[in-house]
């Protein structure tokens, strides 16, 4: 097991747009692995393979919801491998969206609040699933990530470039700091 690093904004890799999966290898299996210990090391609740710099259509999500309020978090490890939605609904939600390649950042993102997605997990196994809540708003964070596109991609210019100089201003201070 390995922690990998995370690439963060504006590194070009991440608009690149990632390519399916052929192969179910033990090196897959390792990535997938590296990918949790590196997405519960952040900590986050999903990591897309583009932001440890592989462009694969593979991404990993633990949400890490308690069973009952006030319990506590029970891990869920979930898999994706060459993930498609398939139906959206017209209804949206709100959420304030956090990214480990914008870190630190958070802004208000309407997505389609239920979603129907097809994907293979990490056995190859085929799923067709209906999700809503935060799995779906999370699947289609991590989404995007295939696709080059970050969360700030859906705010509006004023909102993209406050996030930007609020990040920009919050690395300032770290590299006073050190
Ligand atoms: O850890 C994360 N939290 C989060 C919060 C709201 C919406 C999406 C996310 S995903 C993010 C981790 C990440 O950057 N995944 O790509
Ligand atoms: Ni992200």
């Given at each position: 097991m390995a922690l990998l690093p995370i690439i963060e904004t504006?590194?070009?890799?991440?608009?690149k747009v990632s390519t399916p999966v052929e192969t179910f290898d033990d090196a897959l299996q390792t990535l997938i692995d590296d990918m949790f210990e590196t997405m519960y090391d952040a900590p986050g609740i999903g990591l897309a393979a583009i932001q440890v710099g592989v462009p694969q259509r593979l991404l990993v999500i633990d949400?890490?919801?308690?069973?009952?309020?006030?319990g506590k978090p029970v891990r869920k490890p979930l898999v994706f491998i060459n993930p498609e939605i398939v139906e959206e609904s017209e209804e949206v939600q709100t959420y304030s969206e956090g990214c480990l390649s914008v870190p630190d950042q958070y802004a208000d993102v309407q997505r389609p609040a239920v979603i129907r997605a097809k994907w293979l997990d990490r056995d190859g196994k085929a799923h067709d699933e209906r999700l809503e809540g935060l799995l779906a708003i999370c699947l289609q964070h991590e989404m995007d990530h295939l696709q080059?596109?970050?969360?700030?991609?859906?705010?509006?210019r004023l909102k993209r470039d406050m996030v930007l100089k609020r990040l920009a201003k919050a690395r300032k201070e770290t590299a006073k700091a050190a």
């Open positions: 504006p590194d070009p890799r991440l608009r949400l890490q919801e308690p069973e009952e309020e006030g080059g596109i970050l969360f700030i991609d859906h705010l509006s």
